[in-house]
């Protein structure tokens, strides 16, 4: 029979191969860049809360939107 503090001791001292490691997340590249926007407050409120509810971030949308932008109009200029 294994002592709890015993169970609790081994598993603390678990490597970073263990099983009960937390999964590693997906490394993504860093940004480096910034885009300064200016706009209303209530426009710019209102956005946020509403990626809020959707369970996405501002910065995520505006990402998106700029890369759906880019690859529909790639070429025209």
Known sequence: MQC?????????????????????????ANKDAQLILRLDKDERDDFVALCRELDTTAAREIRHFIRKFMKKNAGKS
């Open 4 to 28: 709890i503090y015993t169970a609790v001791a081994e598993k603390s001292r678990a490597g970073p191969n263990d099983v009960s490691e937390k999964p590693q997340k997906k490394k993504t």
